[in-house]
């Protein structure tokens, strides 16, 4: 089993930045997929950017259209997380933001944004960004 946990969620103004993490423990693996997504109230869980990388090296990144340019994933290999740099943020942003863990890589490469990908979640982290 590999138990994820997230943090860094918070409140703030538009056009702000928030950065969260994603702690990974438990069993480990050769090579990784992580993804943020995110829930806003009334609305599915939507993905928001993914990793693939072994702890060492990533082997791509992607991001949904309404954050590229603005939100940056990444690997730490030291701290064994994965970061979500968050800049220029905006109401849409609200949300409760939820890491997902699978092994290997994605079925093919538009599957990371499918939630049915993953077989391990954390419990969510609250965003929520004031107009």
């Known amino acids: 089993q590999v138990q994820l946990v997230e943090s860094g969620g918070g409140l703030v103004q538009t056009g702000g930045s928030l950065r969260l993490s994603c702690a990974a423990s438990?069993?480990?693996?050769?090579?990784?997929?992580m993804a943020w997504f995110r829930q806003a109230p009334g609305k599915e869980r939507e993905a928001v950017a993914t990793i693939s990388w072994d702890g060492r090296r990533t082997y791509y990144a992607a991001y949904a259209d309404f954050v590229k340019g603005r939100f940056t994933i990444s690997g730490d290999n030291a701290k064994n997380t994965v970061p979500l740099q968050m800049n220029r943020m905006i109401p849409e942003d609200t949300g409760v933001y939820y890491c997902?863990?699978?092994?290997?890589?994605?079925?093919?490469?538009?599957?990371?944004?499918?939630?049915?990908?993953?077989?391990?979640w954390g419990q969510g982290t609250q965003v929520t960004v004031s107009s």
């Open positions: 997902a863990a699978r092994q290997g890589p994605t079925s093919h490469g538009a599957a990371w944004a499918s939630a049915y990908e993953y077989d391990y």
């Open positions: 438990g069993r480990t693996f050769s090579r990784y997929t």
